[in-house]
T-cell receptor, first 112, second 116 residues
Framework: QQPVQSPQAVILREGEDAVINCSSS?????VHWYRQKHGEAPVFLMI???GGEQKGHEKISASFNEKKQQSSLYLTASQLSYSGTYFC?????????????WGLGTSLAVNP | GAVVSQHPSRVICKSGTSVKIECRSL??????MFWYRQFPKQSLMLMAT?????????EQGVEKDKFLINHASLTLSTLTVTSAHPEDSSFYIC????????????FGSGTRLTVV
């Protein structure tokens, strides 16, 4: 049930791009993306509710392919502040499946 | 908005004592709140779902008598770690969702519990 995130870790130089993927074996109602910095609580980035939906937040955007049950997070022209662990959370369709299930996270380090 | 306040941020207690952690939704009402536990470099582990006015729903393997949850109002949920032991040391985080504005889940700042 737990969504699978890839890659597990990414190291970038400032200004480079990265893609983080999140895939589920179950039909999805929504996908959430969060970033957590060391010692802090996760911070909400965005939620995607519809198949094929794409959302943007500054230079961070995401897509959701409902048919493939996958979501990707795109970080463009990365900044030092983007460093942290990125988690996707998925909600299944209907009833009791609306509980958020977390992926294991992708560690992103942006170096000067 | 969707602001969640969690206190305390850090607590050190002796083995055998109990610790209460508070989670408040400041600008919205939360009929449901979630309590997580997180070990270093690991994902969030859902412990229980706190329901206003009714019993909490615990995840498999989480001891109900060990981790007492009370959700007495629409803005406050508390987690009490009873008879704490060193293995209970962890980062505890609460979250809630403002359904009216379709935000994602907002997290409290977390509580770093150290049991000595």
């Amino acid at each position: 049930q737990q969504p699978v995130q890839s890659p597990q870790a990414v190291i970038l130089r400032e200004g480079e791009d990265a893609v983080i993927n999140c895939s589920s074996s179950k039909a999805l109602y929504s996908v959430h993306w969060y970033r957590q910095k060391h010692g802090e609580a996760p911070v909400f980035l965005m939620i995607l509710l519809k198949g094929g939906e794409q959302k943007g937040h500054e230079k961070i955007s995401a897509s959701f392919n409902e048919k493939k049950q996958q979501s990707s997070l795109y970080l463009t022209a990365s900044q030092l502040s983007y460093s942290g662990t990125y988690f996707c959370g998925t909600e299944g369709v209907g009833g009791n499946n609306r509980k958020l299930i977390w992926g294991l996270g992708t560690s992103l380090a942006v170096n000067p | 908005g969707a602001v969640v306040s969690q206190h305390p941020s850090r607590v050190i207690c002796k083995s055998g004592t109990s610790v209460k952690i508070e989670c408040r939704s400041l600008d919205f009402q939360a009929t449901t709140m979630f309590w997580y536990r997180q070990f270093p470099k690991q994902s969030l582990m859902l412990m229980a779902t706190s329901n206003e006015g009714s019993k909490a729903t615990y995840e498999q393997g989480v001891e109900k008598d060990k981790f007492l949850i009370n959700h007495a109002s629409l803005t406050l949920s508390t987690l009490t770690v009873t008879s704490a032991h060193p293995e209970d040391s962890s980062f505890y985080i609460c979250s809630a969702r403002n359904q009216q504005v379709n935000y994602g889940y907002t997290f409290g700042s977390g509580t770093r519990l150290t049991v000595v």
